[in-house]
């Protein structure tokens, strides 16, 4: 059998792990051959391939970004995308394909099986936000990049008497917020599934100063105030629909300084939180996902994607994957709530 690979979507660190596990047991367990597509669906839509043998998986567990490249394109929205994809897969004699994507390669993915092409999903995203897995890999790096950099504002915003905005990355999920801002002690969370009432964020940074400390204020990039608060910029859409987040950070800082009178900064964290070298855990997790990933081609479990649940890597629909967004819950905020101001 031959295997074809892609990776989708925003890069991760952990990607490489999982391209080496399936390679490396595809190989060694099944006897398969590989063909590398690059550039997420762009490869199968174009034809564009790379080798994707041992030696080319060699190394590459520590690396982060992907091997195979990546990018956005929506095949769904390219006429005749899907026969061109079919007509590649046949002429190269690629029988099936491992997807590593977030919600929008693997939604591909979905409709790809639905008109027959043999796919099965690994979930990525720094976002954290894919359903039906508990987590995904790269998360755990953004999480402690983010963390990391958090630790270090803190002396800086004391030393000055400032109150530090972190911009963290999280469209539709604040998931990194959350975790890195509970991690590293914010004096707020604010995330894209809570409106923000800026009262309330100007009152919790008000009494953080009056204790001494700075404040710092964590803000996923979707989190936006209550109706009416605060007029915010749009951005570009990409292929998939999503506009291009960014600003709500310096937005704040400018509020917060105009309305308490005190220096205010904003940090963007961007990209810096889904490059280099993946933490022990994602490593760990990307490498499971991987070999599950090739086993579940080897059963024929197309239109599945493989998941963590509790500590056991699962099969699940690519349909329950795709269907709905995992955002925080209310109680998981309230945890948090619980250290602000
Ligand atoms: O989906 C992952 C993600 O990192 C989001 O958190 C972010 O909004 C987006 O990708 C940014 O994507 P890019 O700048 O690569 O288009």
Redesign the pocket.
Known sequence: MRVGVLTG??DCPGLNAVIRAVVRKGIKDHGYEFVGFRDGWRGPLEGDTMTLDVEAVRGILPRGGTILGSS?TNLMKIEGGVERVKDNMAGLGVDALVAIG?EDTLGVARQLHDRGVNVVGVPK???NDLNATDYTFGFDTAVNIAMEAIDRLHTTAESHHRALVVEV???HAGWIALHSGMAAGANVILVPERPFDMDEVVKHVESRFRTQYAPIIVVA?GAHPKEGQMELATGEK?AFGHV??GGIGQRLADEIEHRTGKEARSVVLG?VQ?GGTPTAFDRVLATRLGLHAIDAVADGAFGKMVGLRGTDIVRVDLAEATDTLKTVPAGRYQEAETFFG
């Open positions: 979507g925003g956005r977030g995203t720094i976002d990355m999280g469209r990039e990409d291009r987040l990209h889904r």
